[in-house]
């Protein structure tokens, strides 16, 4: 082996060493009532950690597997270990819910495992923790999603895109979205692909049967 190959060799170690040993993971460890394969706490105080178990969780099913918590331990991102009825909304086994990192922030998002029906439309379904995400209000109206299909949403066609959600009001009316064909409304010419916002109407923000 030349001087060359050791020190580029060296170079890849010290790298990994660098991506890899900079968490301070805990080993066969119990938490929080919780057994882990590994965990650890971030400078900012939350957990991430691999249970080894399926366990009832403040009232959630959670899976087996990596599991994120907020510093006081409230649940952050985790996956369902089964079908569960949240906030009206029956969710499929395997989805991925998280919550929201800021405290000012509210509502949740979620990724299905596959495309998932979801107060009439059809929501894009991601595969995993990180893919497609679906998003809710607080009291659990859909908030936004990406249609795997064309959509009409609120009498306006919605393209199908992995790059421009579909929002909507907490009414369930349009609130922006990316045409699928061109569009005549109100007197205004917009063409295809053009993404547009609908200005607020009276009620909006006020869910169905209220």
């Not at 995400?133 to 109206?141: A, I």
């Not at 064309?150 to 895109?161: H, K, Q």
Request: hydrophobic share 30%; net charge positive.
């Amino acid at each position: 082996m030349n001087r060359q190959t050791k020190i580029i060799l060296l170079l890849c170690v010290l790298i990994t060493a660098g991506l890899y040993g900079c968490k301070n993971w805990e080993y066969n460890v119990v938490r929080n009532g919780i057994h882990f394969e590994k965990i650890h706490q971030s400078k900012g105080g939350t957990h991430v950690g691999y249970m080894t178990e399926d366990r009832n969780i403040l009232g959630f099913p959670c899976a087996k597997g990596w599991i994120h918590f907020k510093k006081d331990w409230r649940l952050q991102s985790f996956q369902l270990s089964r079908d569960f009825s949240f906030r009206s909304t029956l969710l499929p086994a395997h989805t991925w819910i998280h919550f929201p990192y800021q405290e000012n922030r509210s509502g949740y998002v979620c990724s299905f495992p596959n495309d998932y029906m979801v107060q009439g439309y059809r929501c894009g379904g991601s595969g995993g923790y990180k893919g497609t995400h679906t998003g809710f209000y607080e009291n659990g109206r859909l908030r936004s999603f990406f249609p795997p299909d064309d959509v009409i949403v609120d009498g306006i066609p919605c393209e199908a895109s992995l790059l421009v959600y579909v929002n909507l009001y907490e009414n369930g009316n349009i609130k922006s979205c990316r045409l699928s064909v061109d569009l005549h409304k109100d007197g205004k010419y917009y063409k295809r692909g053009q993404t547009i916002e609908f200005a607020k109407k009276e009620g909006d923000n006020v869910k169905p049967g209220q």
